[in-house]
Each structure stands twice: as structure tokens, then as C-alpha cells.
């Protein structure tokens, strides 16, 4: 592909894309503390930004220099476990990687060390026209179109993972615990949802590219996926630089404990109802009302469904099939409603005249300033800071 002087859009808004990929790569090196988290974090960025260089080798005409010809960058199949891993880091805070994962990484090594063949293979000559002869005895278009197909297979297949873990972690945060200072990963599931997309586009461009089916040049659609992919770059950077070091999510429970824990809170959900067990889930739904206000068990921070559980005598699978079913919402949904009401109680009183906002919200079981915010609004419909407006009675110190 001839290249004109300067720099195409398409071209300024990749080179931003690794620019940023590249800041946030030396923000990461720079830090004195490296936990596994941005270490893969590092990990992804560097290969989303050689992702970039690849094409712009194409498309700045490097690919006419004897010394780019073929040059070796196939890490197509490197992205898909790295965030796979990546994730997995966050929801998991106490894993490790080890000889078991190295697995993952065989795609990439066989088709790493492929393209490091055919580029030793072509340095013998300068010329071209050889270096393309030597390359097609390597079968290389083949070679490279298989890997694309097994690519984005790869891609699918670490998606549905990556995604079914987002999901577990927080079926288990809103079912099990009621501790505000773990995060709710929203941003997980919209990284999930754009990564989605991504596979869609790369998919597509791979069918217009090898079978023509419409009479669209393949490369525009090749700039939309790179485009998107240096969109996701600012996207990703910015939330996994911006992640606290230590946020202790899940640091007190093993692996296992987290997952086996996640079938039986589905299978209860879906289960029907008898008449029987009706009387008893509303027998049940009476006495968690009952314990929740008498024994303000809401004020204890690190409240989990177990806990509850063993208040009422009961077993933390069907305490959790009651809330759901019963008041139709989560146990970290139910127990924050109460701890807001406990917030506006305190702040239509005098109790509040020597405590701040932030010190009622701790008094009241919230452990975590910006899940307060975040939860007291969504439940009250206004902001900590405007209730506190409207009443009269509270003393900002």
C-alpha cells in the first residue's frame, strides 16, 4: 500500500492510542509497589500497542523496507488470555500465576515462533520479490489465515470466560456479602460489552477481507477495528491504572468457596414454589425483618449472608432464596436500604451534631466513602450532600 507524505487521520489517531497506552505502560513501571494486577494490566497495553504497530507498518509503507518485510509481531493470540488473566487478578485478589497457565500461552509461542522462521528466512536476501518467494514456500498467507480464524475462536472462547467470572463475582458480592468497600466492577461488564463488539468487528472484517462480500474495500473495515481497538486502550488504561493497589476483594476467602458457593444461589432462584413453602419463605421473610431492625445487624460492616443465616437458624442458600424471591432483591440491596434509612435517621436527629457525614455513614455499617455516595443515591434519589441541605437539625463541622 503506497503511503503519502504525513500522517493519514486513521494513522494520528492510533499513534494517540499507543501514545496512551505507552504513558500509562511507564506510570505502571515507575510505581514502587507492582502487584500481578498491573503487571498484566502492563502486559495488555504492550501488546494492544505492538497490535498498533503492526498495522501502521502496513499502512505507513514500512512494509516496502527490506527490514519490516515480515517482521515478526503475530501476537494476535496473546491479547485474549492476557485479559482473561487480567480479570481474573481483579476478581481474585490472592491468585498467582503458575506452570498451569503456561498453557494459554502455546497459541502464541507456536505462532510467535512461526513468524520468527519466516523473517530469519527472508533476511538472507534484500530483494522483495525473494523475500515474498521465500515466504509463500513457507505458506505463509495460509499459515496466517489460519491463525487469524483460530484468533478470533480464541477470542470468543475468552470472552465467554472472562464475562462468566465478571458475572459470578458479582452474583456472589450482591448475594453474599454486604461490605461496601468492594468493588461493583460495573465497568468490567461495559469493558465486556465493548470487547464484545470488538470480536463482532474483527470477525466481520475477516470475512469481507478473505471473501469479498461486499463491494467495500476490506481496509475500511480493517480502520474501524483498529480504531475501536485503540478506543478500548484509552478505556482500559485509564480504569485498571486508576484500581487501588490493595482493595482486599475476596482476600478472605479461598477460590473454591467463592465458586462453589454460585450454583446453589442459581438453582435456589429458579426452583418453584409450593403453597408450603410459600407460608415458610414468608415465616422466614418475617423473622429477617424482624432480626434486621431489633438486632440492627445492617450496622455490622462486614455482614454476609452467612451471618444472617446463623441468626436465624438457617442455611445461608435458603436465607438468600428468600431475599431474592421475597422482597425481589439482592442481600447487599436489602441491607443497604436499611443502612441508608439509619444515614436520615441519624441526620433528622441531634445524634448527628457531633459526627460528619462521613462519620454517620460509618456509624450506620457503610466502610467505603465512595460506595456510600454511590448507594445512598441510587437508593434516596438525591445526593448525601443534598439531604444534608434539607435538614435543618445537621451541623456540618
Not at 469493558?191 to 461486499?214: A, D, K
Request: aromatic letters at 14%; proline letters at 3%; one cysteine or more.
Amino acid at each position: 500500500m503506497s503511503h503519502d507524505a504525513g500522517f493519514s487521520l486513521f494513522e494520528v489517531i492510533i499513534l494517540i492510542g499507543i501514545a496512551q497506552g505507552t504513558i500509562i505502560s511507564a506510570m505502571i513501571t515507575l510505581r514502587k509497589r507492582q502487584q500481578l494486577n498491573k503487571l498484566l494490566l502492563l502486559a495488555v497495553l504492550i501488546t494492544f500497542n505492538l497490535l498498533g504497530v503492526k498495522i501502521l507498518i502496513h499502512t505507513t509503507g514500512l512494509w516496502h523496507s527490506v527490514y519490516f518485510r515480515y517482521f515478526p509481531l503475530a501476537f494476535e493470540l496473546l491479547i485474549q488470555p492476557l485479559v482473561w488473566l487480567y480479570i481474573h487478578s481483579l476478581i481474585y485478589v490472592p491468585f498467582k500465576l503458575n506452570r498451569k497457565h503456561w498453557p494459554h500461552f502455546v497459541p502464541f509461542a507456536i505462532s510467535m515462533g512461526y513468524a520468527l522462521t519466516v523473517y530469519m528466512a527472508t533476511l538472507s536476501t534484500m530483494d522483495l520479490n525473494e523475500k515474498d518467494a521465500i515466504a509463500n514456500g513457507l505458506s505463509f498467507n495460509l499459515v496466517k489465515q489460519i491463525e487469524e480464524i483460530l484468533a478470533i475462536f480464541s477470542a470468543i472462547i475468552y470472552w465467554w470466560m472472562g464475562a462468566r467470572l465478571v458475572h459470578q463475582y458479582r452474583q456472589w458480592l450482591f448475594d453474599y456479602t454486604s461490605t461496601t468497600d468492594y468493588p461493583t466492577y460495573n465497568w468490567l461488564r461495559r469493558l465486556s460489552l465493548l470487547c464484545f463488539i470488538l470480536i463482532g468487528i474483527w470477525g466481520l472484517t475477516f470475512l469481507l477481507e478473505n471473501f469479498s462480500i461486499f463491494q467495500i474495500r476490506p481496509f475500511v473495515y480493517l480502520q474501524v477495528f483498529f480504531i475501536y481497538l485503540s478506543s478500548l486502550v484509552y478505556y482500559l488504561g485509564f480504569r485498571g491504572y486508576m484500581i487501588a493497589d490493595n482493595t482486599g476483594i475476596l482476600a478472605k476467602l479461598s477460590q473454591q468457596q467463592l465458586l462453589s458457593f454460585l450454583p446453589a444461589q442459581r438453582s435456589g432462584l429458579v426452583s418453584p414454589v409450593s403453597n408450603d413453602q410459600s407460608s415458610k419463605q414468608n415465616l422466614l421473610k418475617e423473622q429477617i425483618e424482624r432480626v434486621l431492625i431489633e438486632q440492627k445487624l445492617y450496622l455490622d460492616p462486614e455482614l454476609t449472608i452467612q451471618k444472617l443465616a446463623d441468626v436465624l437458624g438457617s442455611s445461608s442458600s435458603v436465607v438468600s432464596k428468600v431475599i431474592n424471591q421475597s422482597f425481589g432483591k439482592s442481600f447487599r440491596t436489602l441491607v443497604n436500604e436499611y443502612r441508608v434509612e439509619a444515614v436520615k435517621r441519624m441526620l433528622d436527629t441531634l445524634q448527628s451534631q457531633n459526627l460528619s457525614l462521613l462519620g454517620i455513614a460509618f456509624e450506620c455499617g457503610f466502610n467505603s466513602e465512595a460506595s456510600f455516595y454511590r448507594i445512598f443515591k441510587s437508593i434516596a434519589g438525591i445526593s448525601p450532600k443534598t439531604y444534608v441541605q434539607q435538614n435543618k437539625h445537621f451541623k456540618q463541622e
